[in-house]
């Protein structure tokens, strides 16, 4: 969540679309991107494989929470 904000991912969300990104980012990241949450938790760093699943899935949560 933090990273989204930091890095301009909200910028353009109304300030109501902003708990429902959050919610949507946990649950892709308890599903559908599961490895992704786990390298994270494993790795304890941002490394450029991380950064850009990231990228990836704060991208898709941002277009379904428009």
């Known amino acids: ?6 890095n301009g991912y909200l910028d353009n969300l109304d300030v109501s679309a902003i708990l429902p990104f959050e919610t ?6 308890d599903t559908t991107h599961s ?8 790795d304890k760093k941002l490394n450029d494989e991380i950064e850009e699943g990231m990228k990836k899935v704060i991208a898709e949560v941002v ?4």
């Open 1 to 6: 969540m933090m990273y989204a904000g930091i």
């Open 63 to 66: 277009e379904e929470v428009k």
């Open 24 to 29: 949507a980012l946990y649950e892709k990241l």
């Open 35 to 42: 490895g992704l949450q786990d390298q994270i938790i494993s």
